[in-house]
């Protein structure tokens, strides 16, 4: 009849009173870990209660004792205590002894005022600096931010580009609109390149082969069980110094770098990923030696599309005929190519 009358809610404080302290601590732990999503704040908080817990006792909790508590900390800044206060009141209110507003007084003083000029002391260092990295621009903007929004050191420490704007996602609204993952965002851009080259023959040559190597980089990768995805942005990229420049002297070694500084200007990739890609572009060329799994997908995947699209013409190249050679094998084909042989 009781538990009638008392509804969930007093049912709920209920069993509560009747737990210990420390399972009271582990079941509001819960309740923390879900409400506060700043590490620092949950370490914050679960340290005072844990205080808060030892100057229980064995007493359960009550707002007089919480009181007593946070007495201890009066000689502490005003806003420490003011947290603090927070975090205890949280607790008594979830305890069901809900306890009033402690009287804590934070200072409502205005920062002192800063001329114009002292601003620009921020700024002289900044751009001043001798560094060959692009962070002057960004060291400048993040002041700039700071000054103009009033943000807090750690918040401009920890802010990312698509805090800013979402047109700093790294894709365009057209290509977020259209959902578009980091291979269609690659070939989007390789397109423009492909699709500025004015000879039509070297132009269809340029779409076919790279196209046909990321086809064949994703069949290799997802045998081999290398990264599919990676493979295929290399694939792409592979030779994009020679359709790029109408250049092909040393385009593995020179793609390279213009692939890294291609998917520096994307950033749909981290600087891990690039380093993978671009290595395997480096030494794509290299067909007779043999470098990482990965780089071997790539050159593996850059011979076999040369050689299936026309697989009736004979690989004059020995490199690469031990490379389709072996690719048979290991793909289980053991239907006669004669060209191969
Ligand atoms: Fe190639």
Partial sequence: MLEVLLGPEGRRRLILRNLPNAELARLYDSELVLKLHKPKNLRDTRTVLSHFMSHLGAYPPSPELARSFLAQYANRKPRTLYRYAQMIKGFMKWYGEPMADPKVKIPKTLPPYTEDSEIGKLFE?????????????????????????????SELANLETQDVHADFLGTTKEEREMDMNRIEILRNYIDEVLLNMTDVVERRCAY??????????????????????????????????????????DHAHKGATLAREILEEL????????????????????????????????????TLQYWLYNPLVELLNQPRKERCTRMMVEFDITRDTNVLE
């Fill in 267 to 302: 950033q749909i990739t981290s600087k891990v990923e690039i380093g993978i890609i671009c290595d395997a572009i480096y030494s794509h060329s290299d067909k007779e030696l043999t470098h990482s799994a990965f780089d071997e997908v790539l050159k593996d995947a850059d």
């Fill in 208 to 249: 076919v082969h790279p196209y046909g190597v990321a086809q064949s980089c994703a069949l290799i990768a997802l045998k081999r069980g290398e990264n599919v995805e990676l493979a295929v942005m290399a694939g792409m990229l592979h030779d994009i110094y020679s359709y790029a420049r109408m250049d092909t002297s």
């Fill in 125 to 153: 260092p900044i751009e001043s600096k001798q560094t060959h990295k692009k962070s002057i621009v960004r060291d400048s903007l993040l002041v700039a931010l700071g000054l103009k929004s009033g943000m807090r050191r």
